[in-house]
């Protein structure tokens, strides 16, 4: 940016500034502000510059905006105040997330694909690795701002893929698309003097191929003695840091490995693969011990929570969480729309950053114990308010009842209160002064609670009650206007007619019970005189047990006749059970005849009216003495007593 200065009197031209390093790329637009304090730049790579004219009448870079970031494809945060980004370009920025002001940063010749901390260099070291085939180490001053060059790292012949750095330690891996591993020294940074100037170029310790195709990813064990590579080859290898010789090779990938972590509590390590599945693998023996079975290729993984859960992110821009105790998903968020690259977990996933091929970068906040707080704050408060309703019902104050059940907001709390004013006057009367002072949206809720509850025929009394409340305080024509009412009304016609014509059957049934009642004689006489068919039935009833008392008692008065009836009755026994060529029967039909034949003629030898009537009676009786006769052996004068016992049963 050239500032320029105008001799009016000569017309001459003179450059009085030059302002240096705005963007490699370029400016292709500029704009002054109204009062010419300064000037606001456009650049070719997307950015906002902000140039402010001191007192001195010379222009400084202010802040830088970035308006488009490309994929994110790595991040790191140095501090609350600096974040390094690197995406799909040549550069990578450094941005203050709180101001959005950024620096960007060219020095690699292609694509930088990723970055990494330098714990053991200092909070304001990091490195970055780029499909040039190098990586170089940065330092980032706390004072001014600058961004300088350490130190740079050449040696793969392809591009750099991945690196890990030591956090106790003073080495870096790196893998490459040339199938190799690299450590590399970075103890000549820890002077004091090569943090300040840098030292040029570092050197490798060993280089190992790693695995049959491209390395993905490479991370380096909590102790820093043993390191991770996940490879397209479909397999997990460690390797001993010291000296790179192998430790051992995790199996059982059906594609490709993207991201490897290891825990910092137990000794395992937890891979994220193509296939949609992370799986856990003991360091001790590479046996797998877990398989978290996922739909989605995981490209990146993370252990938080002290180890029990692990972060996923994967190529439909979902973050999952997973808890390593069950092996569910405990959590699935919508993070970007597009693949998730980087994934930066912070004090143990109290603060998580993620970027993604949708060119954002996020920041997620753990607010796991500020809403269990909340939720128990209102789970007190929703006791104390169910406390207070109980209370309220108790002592039958029903208006202050329907007032804490409208502010509760649930339909069951209303239910309960309007069960309670059910059962009088006063109740109900309530519940018409609050439909009075209720507004079209609380009438509309109240009368979506009521087409619930007539839904079941055990709350549907409760519902027409408070629907003939509403109905007669408010009026249909009122109801009708009111945004979705007309469809609830719908809803409580279809099932009020189911409910009356349940009402209408049971009430027919109610006719069955008395008519069955009044035909054991066990109505009171008031409803007797109801049921006209019944009583005619219990009068012959009556009938027939009077006639059979009547029985009785000439059973019991004449001894003689009990005897006369008992050897009838015998006599006709034999006549139904002999033969007809019987003798025997013969004999005992005679007997009877001549017993009978003395017994029915008076001295004159003609008939005997009273005998004739005491046959009658006789006849009677032992048509219903038959029974007892065939049954009991013993004497007439012992069976009286269980003949006329069966005969009241009769």
Not at 495 to 523: E, I, N, P
Not at 565 to 579: L, N
Not at 585 to 596: I, M, V
Not at 597 to 616: A, C, F, L
């Amino acid at each position: 940016l050239y500032v320029w200065k105008i001799d009016l009197s000569s017309e001459d031209l003179d450059i009085v500034q030059t302002v240096p390093s705005i963007d490699s790329l370029g400016l292709f637009s500029l704009v002054s502000n109204s009062d010419g304090t300064g000037v606001l730049g456009a650049t070719n790579n997307h950015c906002l510059v902000s140039c402010a004219l001191d007192n001195a009448m010379k222009l400084s870079v202010g802040r830088v905006l970035q308006g488009y970031l490309s994929e994110v494809t790595g991040l790191l945060r140095l501090s609350p105040e600096r974040l390094v980004i690197t995406t799909n370009s040549d550069a990578f920025s450094i941005m203050d997330p709180s101001t959005l002001r950024s620096q960007v940063i060219r020095h690699h010749s292609n694509i930088v694909l990723g970055v990494v901390g330098l714990p053991v260099l200092g909070d304001d070291c990091f490195a970055v690795n780029s499909k040039d085939g190098s990586s170089t180490v940065w330092r980032l001053s706390s004072d001014s701002g600058e961004c300088k060059l350490l130190a740079e790292l050449k040696g793969h012949v392809e591009s750099v893929t991945a690196m890990a750095s030591a956090s106790k330690s003073s080495f870096l891996m790196t893998v490459s698309s040339d199938l190799t591993l690299k450590r590399w020294d970075l103890s000549p940074l820890l002077k004091s003097k090569a943090k300040e100037k840098g030292v040029g170029s570092i050197s490798t310790k060993f280089t190992i191929k790693a695995h049959e195709k491209d390395i993905n990813c490479v991370a380096i064990s909590p102790n820093d003695a043993v390191v991770a590579t996940g490879s397209h080859d479909r397999t997990v290898k460690l390797w001993n840091a010291a000296d790179g010789l192998p430790r051992g090779e995790c199996k059982g990938h059906k594609r490709g490995v993207w991201s490897v972590c290891f825990s910092n509590i137990d000794k395992v390590l937890a891979t994220g693969c193509g296939d949609g599945c992370v799986r856990v693998f003991s360091v001790e023996d590479c046996s797998m011990l877990y398989t978290l079975q996922g739909d989605t290729p995981v490209l990146q993984t993370a252990f938080m929570t002290v180890g029990m859960q692990i972060l996923t992110g994967c190529a439909d821009g979902v973050l999952r969480i997973w808890t390593m105790k069950t092996g569910e998903c405990v959590a699935a968020i919508d993070a970007h729309e597009d693949r998730v690259w980087s994934v930066q977990v912070m004090d143990d996933g109290a603060q998580v950053l993620t970027g993604g091929a949708d060119a954002v970068v996020k920041v997620w906040q753990d607010e796991t114990a500020t809403r269990s707080a909340e939720e128990e704050e209102e789970r007190i408060q929703r006791l104390e308010q169910e406390q207070e309703l109980d209370n309220a019902i108790h002592d039958g104050n029903f208006d202050k009842a329907l007032d804490l059940a409208m502010q509760m907001g649930k339909a069951f709390a209303m239910l309960k209160v309007l069960q309670a004013c059910s059962t009088s006057d006063k109740g109900m009367s309530s519940f018409a002064k609050l439909c009075d002072s209720l507004d079209d949206d609380s009438i509309a809720k109240v009368l979506n609670w009521i087409s619930k509850w007539n839904t079941s025929a055990k709350n549907s009394a409760v519902a027409q009650m408070a629907l003939d409340s509403i109905v007669s305080k408010k009026g249909v024509a009122a109801l009708a206007i009111i945004p979705g009412v007309s469809k609830t009304l719908r809803a409580l016609q279809a099932y009020s007619q189911r409910h009356l014509d349940r009402m209408q059957r049971l009430l027919q049934k109610t006719f069955l019970v008395d008519f069955a009642m009044a035909g054991t004689s066990l109505l009171p006489t008031e409803e007797l005189s109801l049921l006209q068919p019944a009583t005619s039935m219990s009068e012959e009833s009556e009938q027939n047990a009077a006639a059979l008392e009547s029985d009785s008692a000439s059973f019991t008065n004449d001894k003689g006749a009990v005897e006369t009836t008992s050897a009838t009755t015998a006599a006709q026994d034999d006549k139904v059970t002999s033969t007809p060529n019987s003798k025997k029967g013969k004999s005992r039909k005679a007997s009877s005849t001549k017993k009978g034949g003395k017994q029915g003629v008076d001295s004159e030898g003609g008939p005997d009216k009273n005998s004739k009537s005491t046959s009658t009676g006789k006849r009677k009786i032992s048509a219903k003495s038959k029974i007892d006769s065939t049954k009991d052996t013993d004497s007439s004068e012992s069976s009286s007593g269980p003949r006329r016992s069966k005969r009241n049963r009769q």
